[in-house]
């Protein structure tokens, strides 16, 4: 019983659902207030997914039943479980083994494949689409991210996310390595198709990309996965590069300053085109951070 309690309430669970709503409320007030407009209530994220919740799921002709249900379970389930290798919520990683940090980038990269799945399994026009601008941006946008949480792993000399977060508690990496940081932000908005970013998913081209067959429990459950995601990358930034996460303050304090620079970058920026979304930036994003890797190899040989 105590078992179930803990994997249902703080810090993992449920608590981890609702902050994922609570960001993503505040992504949207911010952006809002930015803009000049009003915003969302507090509880609209919420009232979403419980509308959505009690929406009867319609599941289209011509797709495999078995994956139109399973994926949306799936891309939550890899969400939640990467959670149990971060310290979220500035505590101690619920599980932890070396090498885990590569785990954990794995299981965040699932919510994309099962969107880019998601729409390849429907026959509709949009979703199709949606689904190759998704898989597209995927592999412009994960590897340069992937490659900026390996540069802290490398300073610290070891694979394991607790081992990281405590070096980078003494170390700030912002300092040595200020490419890693801004390529990890822009990196993390790619992946989650935020603004201007979300080529995938736009409402004006394509309804609502590879998700355009989706309601109900599905939509929900992707909604979800991807305000998981937020929380557990904006975490993994804020751990890596801005010294650590020793307690509950800090997360609050250095993920909130995160999440106010994503919500000014998408404020002041309209949403670029699919080719330019993709065009170079794999290319400069991930070059750029091997150079760092480069830099950071040779100075620390030079200081040994």
Not at 21 to 28: F, N, S, T
Not at 234 to 249: D, I, K
Not at 264 to 275: G, N, S
Request: glycine content about 10%; some cysteine.
């Amino acid at each position: 019983m105590s078992e179930l309690l803990a994997l249902l309430f703080f810090p993992a669970g449920l608590s981890l659902l609702a902050g994922g709503l609570v960001y993503e409320w505040v992504d949207r007030k911010l952006v809002a207030r930015l803009q000049n407009r009003m915003g969302p209530r507090w509880y609209q994220p919420l009232a979403d997914i419980v509308k959505l919740l009690a929406k009867e799921e319609v599941i289209p002709t011509g797709v495999n039943k078995l994956l139109f249900v399973g994926l949306p379970i799936a891309a939550l389930a890899g969400a939640l479980t990467s959670a149990l290798y971060v310290p979220m919520f500035g505590l101690a990683p619920s599980f932890s083994f070396p090498g885990d940090l590569i785990v954990a980038l794995y299981l965040l990269s699932l919510l994309t494949l099962c969107t880019g799945l998601a729409g390849s399994n429907t026959t509709n026009t949009f979703s199709l689409v949606g689904a190759t601008r998704t898989l597209t941006q995927m592999f412009s946008y994960e590897a340069p991210f992937l490659l900026t949480l390996l540069g802290p792993a490398l300073a610290a000399g070891t694979w394991q996310i607790g081992g990281i977060d405590a070096y980078a508690q003494n170390h700030l990496l912002l300092l040595t390595q200020p490419i890693g940081l801004l390529v990890a932000l822009i990196g993390l908005m790619g992946k989650l198709e935020l603004s201007p970013f979300d080529s995938p998913e736009a409402e004006t081209e394509i309804v609502a990309g590879a998700l355009t067959e989706y309601s109900g429990r599905g939509l929900a459950l992707f909604r979800l996965g991807k305000n998981v995601e937020l929380v557990i990358g904006l975490t993994l930034v804020a751990s890596f590069y801005l010294g650590g996460l020793a307690n509950p303050l800090e997360f609050l304090l250095k993920t909130g300053g995160l999440l106010l620079g994503l919500s000014l970058i998408q404020a002041v920026m309209t949403r670029l085109r699919i080719d330019q979304t993709v065009g170079m930036w794999w290319r400069y994003g991930a070059l750029l951070v091997l150079a760092q890797w480069l830099l950071l190899i040779v100075t620390q040989g030079t200081v040994s």
